[in-house]
T-cell receptor, first 114, second 114 residues
Framework: IAGITQAPTSQILAAGRRMTLRCTQD?????MYWYRQDLGLGLRLIHY???????GKGEVPDGYSVSRANTDDFPLTLASAVPSQTSVYFC?????????????FGPGTRLTVL | KQEVTQIPAALSVPEGENLVLNCSFT??????LQWFRQDPGKGLTSLLL?????REQTSGRLNASLDKSSGRSTLYIAASQPGDSATYLC?????????????FGKGTHLIIQP
């Protein structure tokens, strides 16, 4: 069982470029999440999806978009990357919308925007 | 806006000691509180989840308590081992509306000296 996979593992990106971070889970979880982790700021929620076909904004959604076309995949897109989006990005999932369930995290994508 | 604070930010103790990590949150309207472990360069691993109606949860040498009315949680680690060295993160799932996701503290960096 793979759990949650994220790709790429790391990426260096020029400012202004478009980038999609991929997240796939094989646990058939309904809810999925994207967080970013920054030194001194901790983890912050970017976007979430309670079920396939629905998405919502988290604490820091600006500059990011998501889609949830099916249960397994939850890609995060940076339309035009800026240096402040340099961070480690974690995808997570939970069986339901999370108010009773543990969230399971992927290994993360380290993104550097120059 | 929910804020989660973890004290201390860092802790170094000799192997074998019992220790307590503290977490406080400003808004008591939560569904649950979760403790995670994060090893350097890795994703998060869930340790314990306490529902808002519960007072504590135990798993092996770990015991987490929750006092929702005072906005506090503690993670007790018994008979610490060098393998316990990691960053420990506390997170709450809010029930008061807003985004459906976890609000994290900044973590306690724990070092267990052999």
């Amino acid at each position: 069982i793979a759990g949650i996979t994220q790709a790429p593992t790391s990426q260096i990106l020029a400012a202004g470029r478009r980038m999609t971070l991929r997240c796939t889970q094989d646990m058939r979880h309904n809810a999925m999440y994207w967080y970013r982790q920054d030194l001194g700021l901790g983890l912050r929620l970017i976007h979430y999806s309670n079920t396939a076909g629905t998405t919502g904004k988290g604490e820091v959604p600006d500059g990011y978009s998501v889609s949830r076309a099916n249960t397994d995949d939850f890609p995060l897109t940076l339309a035009s990357a800026v240096p402040s989006q340099t961070s480690v990005y974690f995808c997570a999932s939970s069986p339901t919308s999370g108010n009773t369930d543990t969230q399971y995290f992927g290994p993360g994508t380290r993104l550097t925007v120059l | 806006k929910q804020e989660v604070t973890q004290i201390p930010a860092a802790l170094s103790v000799p192997e074998g000691e019992n220790l307590v990590l503290n977490c406080s949150f400003t808004d008591s309207a939560i569904y649950n509180l979760q403790w995670f472990r994060q090893d350097p360069g890795k994703g998060l691993t869930s340790l314990l989840l306490i529902q808002s109606s519960q007072r504590e949860q135990t798993s092996g040498r770990l015991n987490a308590s929750l006092d929702k009315s005072s906005g506090r949680s503690t993670l007790y680690i018994a008979a610490s081992q060098p393998g316990d060295s990691a960053t420990y993160l506390c997170a709450v799932y809010n029930s008061g509306g807003g985004a459906d996701g976890l609000t994290f503290g900044k973590g306690t960096h724990l070092i267990i000296q052999p």
